[in-house]
């Protein structure tokens, strides 16, 4: 069966860092690119980040460049948001997703297949 599965979040304080991991079960993480996505209670789900299956591409959302970095780790079929000086309005449930593709990462969300459940994160002294 085919799943993502999200784990690294919690509660941290304004400043600090998490690092989120997404882990692929039931299908070869090499030839997909990965996106994290996010969705605060009353907005719309945003992209955050992705990378392409080689890791020879990402993407950041502007309101997270320069804070967070988007890794994978194929052999251990599992992508990596690392989230660094976290802001209180970062506070949303994260999600991850893949989509089949060779070449680049979209960060639209209605291109990829394959959702995890999400991991909330919260910000907040």
């Known amino acids: 069966q085919l799943h993502l599965v999200e784990s690294g979040g919690g509660l941290v304080q304004p400043g600090k860092s998490l690092r989120l991991s997404c882990a692929a079960y039931?299908?070869?993480?090499?030839?997909?690119?990965i996106g994290w996505f996010r969705q605060a209670p009353g907005r719309e789900r945003e992209g955050v980040s992705c990378?392409?299956?080689?890791?020879?591409?990402?993407n950041y959302a502007d309101f997270v460049k320069g804070r967070f970095i988007i890794s994978r780790d194929n052999a251990k079929m599992t992508a990596y948001l690392q989230m660094n000086s976290l802001k209180p309005e970062d506070t949303a449930v994260y999600y991850c997703?893949?989509?089949?593709?060779?070449?680049?990462?979209?960060?639209?969300?209605?291109?990829?297949?394959?959702w995890g459940q999400g991991t909330q994160v919260t910000v907040s002294s």
């Open positions: 039931g299908f070869i993480l090499d030839y997909h690119a």
């Open positions: 997703a893949a989509v089949h593709r060779l070449y680049g990462c979209p960060m639209a969300g209605n291109e990829y297949d394959y």
């Open positions: 990378i392409s299956s080689r890791s020879d591409d990402t």
